[in-house]
């Protein structure tokens, strides 16, 4: 029987993490933050401690897409410690999935608890309007990918049952309760990009009993959960997906969006990450 080649991202997890280590210290983050298009200046909302580009590391990917940077910022909210990254890396870009792995990876092994996602997403709940945030509950794979493809171990077959965190979930919404931020739930359709959906093909997400719709996301939280990391997901909605209203849809028009719902999402996370 021949034996199953390590999983050669795991020297590159080590790597980055012994370099980060290096540089970070004794600070360990708690809560990892990957920001979706038009959110990233968030970090400039933190006390900061450190930046360190991702090219600096071993297995962090080279971002693309405008907006996003391709760094970590070290920093706090309150007195909770927290790591940004500034950009992520898309299934659209290349066609592969794991391109967040060995971030994710790492996330885990310097010390990080939970892992909150944010992303721009299409909306197809009549209640919630371009600017408003959702809070994922759980997500549809519609890509027929995985980032865990071709990682050998047991451990690849992830429980995604409760992969968003309930209890956490609760948290975010009494914080937003409390700073009157309305907050619905829902449930996000990962489709592949990088075109936008058809209306033909919303209306298949609607049966399927998907609220929001969106390009991102669904890899992070399957990454987060074989890392063992807690993880949950907000949608800042900045557009009612393709056919629902008389809007065009585009990238600018998503940016656009998402900037003007960014001072909401900012004082939602704000509260969140000092009272976690
Ligand atoms: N579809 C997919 N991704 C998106 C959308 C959308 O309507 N809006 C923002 N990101």
New binding site residues.
Partial sequence: MTKPSPNSFEKEIKNSSRILKEKIGEFTPKVAIIFG?GLSNFSDEIDQSQTIQYSELDGFPEPVVGGHRGELVFGSVGTTPVVILRGRSHFYEHGEAHNMRVPVGVLKQIGCELLLLT????SMDPDSSPGSLMLLEDTINMTGVSPLFGVVGDQRFVNMTNALDPEINLLIESEASKADIPLRRGVYAW?T?PQ??TPAEIRMLMTLGANC???STVPEIILARYFGLKVVALSIV??Q??GLSDES?SHTH?FEQAALAGPRMTKLLKNFLKNY
């Avoid at 992303?119 to 299409?122: R, S, T």
């Fill in positions: 298009s992303n721009a997403a299409g489709m990009g936008f959906e719709v969106g390009m900045t557009n997906a393709a849809l998503t």
